[in-house]
């Protein structure tokens, strides 16, 4: 959604852009080509992605990309004034590809699953962890249905020590899930825990826009449904709406009117990017503004 993504982030040709999820550097390297006069710190919580960009887009562009290993969780650290925060979640098609990362359920490699392979904590962890919790990880993290069940086969079939048998053991259990591999969900799951997904998330658009000038804009690509819950609900606190559960007797989500929501329903790639890119079927794009008055 490279032409959506330009329209919506970039509102002044001149200025200065963060993408927080460099990945292969395909939309920081859009946003430097079509505007001339702008600039782009991309940042990854991968070593290997900044690497490929530092290699792969920043001689090219030298003069006015800077590239930054941080987190979501750290962004805050950044100096602001930026006119546009970038957000396209998930996974990159090297990460994916790649058997040691552990990612995919289609090729075998370690159960890893770490985007900073300097932490700790692997998806071979979680698949040890008691039965009730990995459920509930699978449950919360995959929206997974069948998550008590795919939680006791993997139990019953441990050890497990690659994604390829981990996949074999889900699909068993999970049976046919709407077209979709019955392995996904569960791989979602482990990767999100693995990475504490929505947590950084949340913490890294809270950052974005203190980051922002008056008018900038934040936009986020996510491809899953836990993922758009997490910004669609971001979106309406951020502009002045209660998130709080139906029935909460008082509000306690802090509502902002520090943000103008410009997509009222997220976009979706067209059927021609989708023929182009299988992966991009699930992309939803939400785009808002920050307020030129905004309270402080």
């Known amino acids: 959604m490279v032409a959506e993504v330009l329209a919506?982030?970039?509102n002044d040709p001149e200025g200065r852009y963060l993408d927080a999820t460099l990945g292969r550097g395909g939309h920081t390297g859009a946003i430097l080509d079509s505007h001339p006069g702008a600039t782009v710190l991309g940042c990854d919580r991968d070593p290997d992605a900044l690497a490929r960009v530092k290699n792969e887009l920043l001689p090219h562009f030298e003069n006015r990309l800077d590239l930054?290993?941080?987190?979501?969780?750290?962004?805050?650290?950044?100096?602001g004034g930026f006119a546009g925060v970038l957000f396209d979640l998930g996974l990159s098609t090297e990460q994916l590809s790649d058997p040691e990362?552990?990612?995919s359920f289609n090729v075998d490699g370690p159960l890893d699953m770490r985007m900073d392979r300097t932490q700790g904590l692997r998806a071979s962890d979680l698949v040890n962890l008691p039965e009730e919790e990995l459920a509930g990880i699978i449950h919360r993290y995959g929206d997974e249905r069948r998550a008590r069940r795919a939680a006791r086969a993997i139990v019953?079939?441990?050890p497990l020590n690659t994604t390829l048998e981990l996949a074999e053991v889900v699909r068993r259990a999970v049976g046919p899930s709407?077209?979709?591999d019955p392995a996904t969900r569960t791989f979602q799951a482990l990767r999100m825990a693995v990475n504490g997904e929505p947590e950084e998330l949340e913490r890294g658009m809270e950052a974005a826009v203190s980051l922002l000038k008056p008018g900038g804009r934040l936009v986020a690509i996510s491809y899953h449904s836990g993922e758009d819950r997490i910004v669609k609900l971001f979106f309406r606190?951020?502009?002045g709406r209660c998130v709080c559960p139906p029935g909460t007797p008082?509000?306690?989500?802090d509502p902002m009117n520090a943000l103008a929501v410009i997509t009222k329903k997220p976009l979706q790639p067209s059927i021609d990017e989708v023929k182009l890119n299988l992966r991009a079927r699930s992309a939803k794009l939400r785009a808002a503004e920050i307020l030129k008055s905004r309270p402080r």
């Open 101 to 103: 990362r552990g990612f």
């Open 237 to 239: 606190r951020m502009s």
């Open 250 to 253: 008082v509000c306690r989500c």
């Open 156 to 158: 019953e079939a441990r």
């Open 68 to 79: 930054e290993l941080l987190p979501f969780s750290r962004l805050h650290q950044l100096p």
């Open 8 to 10: 919506l982030l970039v």
């Open 178 to 180: 709407g077209g979709i």
